[in-house]
């Protein structure tokens, strides 16, 4: 096989992945086979290793991983000029590093548990990236399907990483079905166990998720929310040439267009309040002021608006290695948040400061170690640099704990074992929070989106989604979308969602599939590791 159909393979891996994603060609099926072609270099590797070498396979395998990063994420770019870059060579390297561990462990335990291991490292690599201090789980396989709710309704089990152990394994069988064929240039019935295989590992959880889709009805427990999109450009209007109180006075003119007597919530965008706002004397701030008076003219009125807020903090309870921590000019320290702001019915008021931080931005990992990155954390507008956040999530209750809200900010979407806290916590609905126009009229808003779809499903959890530009939308307990707003544009929606009590089995259990396979894959690493040094410790007798 020539070098140039080597690398096409490679750059066909991730161009399949790539046409799979949301918002690029979102033709999710296309996920089940995007590595085949990888899976095919590394059996001819195994085959022949010295015209197929693993240095090259390695190769590929990078290659492929950075099709897939820039095809899907390049977005980043206008935000972040060096953003693809980093997102490109994070998944180059999660690719190469899987596709060495198959083929090392297929050496020593053989083909059935190279497969077995291969599954278990994606899974196991989507949760170590999780939970890493960079962490990046935008491009976890099972996300592919999110604009295909009707296919994924057993994510309330598994979560999305049951979707890529789906994925995986459909393409492992994928795989040695077309090797049987080209084997023998057609299927045989020695090949019919393995299509029957084939087809029923992609039609039975399809037909299953159906099923319950059409199944599916949500107890009837409807909240009136409104919510609002004010179109403020995050970097030339929103932190400089738009006063905080013109911003809420453009929100508010947009939120009386729908709110009346019979409206529960009104849900504004990730940092709608721009003034920096004390927490300890939030009744002063003139946005909040604004806020007040308005609520004040409707009794069943409450609110979530996104917020910028500083707090003093007690020293002696802080860390003082916390690179969040800020000296007082006049003595004392503080910190600053991203943070929703709620306000009830008799105007009290409670904080949730954002828990998950975007790396790079609002967090600057390892400045305990290395202080000098501080100084190198973006500026997007308003608060930047470490920021503090809560270390238990918080749910905003209302009606005498009737309607308990999950206040979910932006980046936190795409975590999926994180969002399950605040279910456990007693929500019942989420707001979803976020600002999404520094990326452009680009991908990156659809895709998380979309992820929002995911967390319906998981929790089975209605969610109206405050953007500050596209997109605007509500989400029900199956993961369909309603009144989803264009991009660039002003727009206040008003809609009834249900909430809901009930528990999910991935709700009570989290990210297990990620846990069990981690577990899993370094007991066969050791197993692996092990037979190499027997086997080398025999060869020298």
Same mark, same amino acid.
């Given at each position: 096989m020539r070098t140039t159909t080597k690398f096409l393979l490679a750059i066909s891996s991730g161009i399949l992945a790539t046409i799979a994603w949301p918002a690029i060609g979102d033709i999710a099926p296309l996920i089940f086979f995007c590595w085949v072609p990888l899976l095919w270099l590394e059996d001819k590797t195994a085959e022949n290793p010295?015209?197929? !070498?693993? &240095?090259?396979?390695?190769?590929? #395998? *990078?290659?492929?991983?950075?099709?897939? #990063?820039? $095809? !899907?994420?390049w977005w980043i770019y206008n935000a972040f000029e060096g953003g693809p870059v980093l997102s490109a060579l994070l998944t180059g390297f999660k690719m190469a590093l899987i596709i060495r561990l198959l083929h090392f462990t297929k050496k020593y335990l053989g083909a059935k548990t190279g497969y077995f291991l291969f599954i278990l490292s994606v899974m196991a690599i989507d949760w170590i990236d999780i939970e890493w201090p960079f962490a990046w789980p935008w491009l976890i396989l099972g996300n592919a399907f999110a604009n295909w709710p009707t296919w994924i309704q /057993?994510?309330?089990?598994? $979560? #999305?990483?049951?979707? !890529?152990? /789906?994925?995986?394994?459909?393409?492992?069988?994928? *795989?040695l079905a077309l090797k049987d064929y080209l084997k023998e240039k057609q299927f045989t019935s020695a090949s019919r166990p393995m299509l029957i295989a084939l087809l029923s590992v992609i039609v039975i959880p399809l037909a299953a998720s159906m099923m319950i889709y059409n199944a599916y009805e949500e107890e009837i427990d409807p909240i009136d929310v409104v919510v609002i999109q004010p179109n403020i450009d995050p970097y030339h209007q929103k932190f400089g040439a738009l006063s905080p109180s013109q911003q809420i006075d453009k929100m508010l003119e947009l939120a009386v267009q729908k709110?009346?007597?019979?409206?529960?919530?009104?849900?504004?965008?990730? !940092?709608?309040?721009? &003034?920096?706002? /004390?927490e300890s004397a939030v009744v002063e701030n003139n946005a909040v002021v604004q806020l007040l008076h308005f609520q004040s003219q409707f009794p069943k009125l409450k609110s979530v608006f996104g917020m910028s807020s500083i707090n003093v903090v007690d020293i002696e309870n802080e860390d003082l290695s916390d690179p969040a921590l800020r000296r007082l000019k006049?003595? $004392?320290?503080?910190?600053?948040?991203? &943070?929703?702001?709620?306000?009830?019915?008799?105007a009290?008021?409670?904080?949730?400061?954002?828990?998950?931080?975007?790396?790079?931005?609002?967090? %600057?990992?390892?400045?305990?170690l290395f202080k000098f990155m501080q100084k190198y954390a973006l500026n997007f507008g308003g608060a930047f640099g470490s920021q503090g956040k809560d270390e238990k999530r918080k749910v905003f209750k209302a009606e005498e704990g009737r309607i308990r809200v999950a206040p979910v900010i932006c980046w936190e979407a795409i975590f999926g074992d994180f969002v399950v806290d605040f279910m456990r916590e007693g929500a019942n %609905?989420?707001?979803?929070?976020?600002?999404?126009?520094? /990326? $452009?009229n680009t991908p990156g808003h659809k895709q998380l989106q979309a992820y929002c779809r995911i967390r319906a499903i998981e929790n089975r959890r209605s969610i109206a989604r405050s953007a500050n530009t596209g997109t605007s939308s509500y989400i029900n307990q199956r993961g369909d979308v309603s009144q989803a707003t264009d991009y660039w544009v002003e727009a206040v929606l008003r809609q009834e969602i249900n909430l809901n009590n009930k528990i999910t089995f991935y709700t009570t259990h989290g990210d297990y599939i990620g846990r069990t396979s981690t577990a899993f894959a370094v007991l066969i690493l050791l197993y692996a590791f092990s037979r190499k040094v027997k086997e080398r410790k025999t060869s020298l007798r």
């Open positions: 010295i015209e197929y !070498t693993l &240095s090259r396979l390695t190769i590929y #395998a *990078f290659i492929a991983g950075v099709v897939f #990063a820039l $095809g !899907t994420t /057993w994510y309330d089990i598994t $979560g #999305a990483e049951g979707g !890529t152990a /789906w994925i995986m394994l459909v393409n492992v069988l994928a *795989f709110t009346d007597d019979h409206t529960d919530f009104i849900v504004a965008p990730e !940092t709608a309040i721009t &003034s920096t706002v /004390w006049g003595g $004392g320290y503080y910190k600053s948040y991203n &943070s929703a702001l709620y306000i009830g019915e008799r009290n008021m409670e904080i949730y400061h954002k828990s998950k931080l975007v790396i790079g931005v609002e967090e %600057v990992p390892f400045t305990g %609905v989420i707001f979803v929070v976020t600002n999404d126009g520094w /990326w $452009g």
